[in-house]
């Protein structure tokens, strides 16, 4: 009989969990605002995850079936990945904050038969299933099921109480799909990334190359329906051994103290988060915690050196995207760079124009990449495959990101195709703009966007600052203006402030510029311009 395949997630994980001699828990997960910790050992994940299959295969689920996971961070999210991965049905992550129209869109464009979600979310399911094709339905941290009107809904808890024979594997290939993971959908529709079940098995060369170690934990408040946390974090902690803890969700405020609790020494964060952890209030013990280093995407060159000697720790600066990819600064390149263009042993790089041509250096074009060792670059979007094949044009992955390369061919970030900000005819820089404001001690949380200029010169943008203030703040829109003139130059101050309860972000803590855009007006009673 052939080895399994360790390349198909179940099997990999049915391996581990035969393999652990002890009970000491690879994942942990913690609940900040109730100070709930649950933890599973690899026999834990598995057998949980079998019991799911159990229940999947008895509801006539087949292979190439999907469902949906409307899911925080709950080891229940792992449990169903790994259950999909056993049953050959396909899972759906999506954001827990989903609701109304995107929701009832993302279960339609997928197909789902069913649904596990939480009891903080259900009735934003319940409001749209009549819609959809859910038959099933099963809910974490359960109340009174009867309440949440939903198909045939279950309390998940009472569904892994019981013993279930092993399921037999359903998946025959590493390539058969594992999960439909969707893109944020910052500017129009989600598109559905079909994944294959092979997706995590770089989860150990990726350990290798960001450095970490046995002794390392690992940590992210993430979502586990992004590719970040899955990636980063979830697939290395479980490939490497490596152990991982998840908060519920990510809080700024809770990061520093869930870290210290559980002596975390690496963690992950997006460029959506930088600008609200820095604006943190200073205090004398920042730099007293166990983290050595930080896996970050996006963070602004302008906090990049300060934000090290802060808290004591080092970045390793990467970029990619969910259908694929990865460039890395590990500490050998400057400050504010993603990676090198030419010595990426991964993929090969270009920066091109609009015709196609490479650009000089210092010259803003469009990143391009395509595997160095020659095999096809791919992506498979579901429904879209006129999408898919634009992605990969001539063999060619076209990120929709306009970046720079340096002489020595490290890659800068510039602005997403569409979304730069152009004033007096130079390129605003946003991180410089919310480092200032983030400094301020008004400021909890700050987001940098474009609007059409008011003198309306094609192509230029006036600045907006979306600011959230912090508790109990007095603003004043004159303070901070000037001391916005006080710390930069003239053409990157704000022309307005815009207040907002939040800033409206994606699972991956991405700003979602197009509800602040829609918010936005310059008659808006929480608008301010400058005098």
Known sequence: MAAPDMNIFANMMAAKAQMQQDDTPILTFVDESTDTVLTRTYKELYRNANTLAGFMVARGMAKGDRFAALLGNHPEMVEALIAASITGCIIVPIDPRTKGEKLDFMLNNSACRGIICADYNASEVAAVAANTRLEWSLVVSAGDIDDYG??????????????????????????????????????????????????????????QIIGLHQDDVLYTGLSLTHGNAQGFTMAVSLVASIPSVYSLKFTKSGLWKTVRRFGCTVFNLLGGMTAAIYAEPRLDNDADNPVRLVISAGMPAAIWEDFEQRFDLQLFEVYGAAEGGLFWNEGSGPAGSFGSRDHNPLFEARVVDSDGNDCAAGACGELIWRNRDGSPVSVDYLNSPAASEKKTAQGWFRTGDIVHADDNGWLYFDYRDGGGIRRNGDFINPGFVEKALAEMDVVDDVFVYGVQSSNGTPGEKDVVAAIVLRTGAMFDPAEVFSGCREKLESSFVPSYLQLVDEIPKTASEKPQERFLLDAFSVDANNVFSQL
Do not use: H, W
């Open 150 to 207: 939903l198909p045939a809904a279950e309390d998940i808890a009472q569904v892994l109480v019981n013993d279930c024979e092993t399921v037999e594997l359903r998946v025959d290939s590493p390539l058969d799909t594992l999960q439909i993971l969707y893109t944020s959908g910052t500017t129009g529709d989600p598109k559905g990334i079909i994944k294959p079940n092979n997706q995590f098995s770089m989860g150990g060369a990726m350990a």
